[in-house]
């Protein structure tokens, strides 16, 4: 497991080449205000726009996620914290007034950034 990247994963890198070449800056790694050892993957801090980056296996995707046989309890219980924790970042995120957008690795790139994108013109656009 220590061999897992935990950040610049192949899915969060491609979604941050896309929104700079359509002239977006940001930061990575933001922490998340109020909630140490907690980070927003993508964040554009003036806008309040989160960009959480979440792979399938590890944050248990609607669509494709997998339980392993081996260990599975503990599995389990593994995976069960980081869902609940991600709920809880993104309730805490929201409470503070930012706008969360969840991207799974298995979406398109160009899908994801026009919806960081369009997330981020709303917020524009708003007074």
């Known amino acids: 497991m220590s061999r897992q990247a935990s950040r610049d994963t192949a ?15 940001f930061r990575v ?13 993508i964040a554009f801090p003036r806008a309040r726009v989160a960009v959480l980056v979440h792979g399938c296996f590890w944050h248990r995707c609607p669509t494709h996620a997998t339980q392993p046989k081996a260990n599975a309890a503990w599995w389990t219980a593994k995976i069960e914290r980081n869902v609940l924790r991600d709920a809880e970042t993104e309730t805490h995120l929201r409470s503070l007034g ?5 991207v799974w690795e298995h979406e398109e790139p160009g899908s994801a950034a026009d919806r960081v994108v369009q997330a981020l013109e709303s917020v524009r656009r708003s007074p």
């Open 11 to 25: 899915p969060e890198v491609a979604l941050r080449r896309l929104l700079h070449a359509r002239g977006w800056r």
């Open 98 to 102: 930012w706008v969360t957008v969840t």
């Open 29 to 41: 790694g933001y922490p998340v205000p109020g909630l140490p050892r907690r980070t927003i993957d």
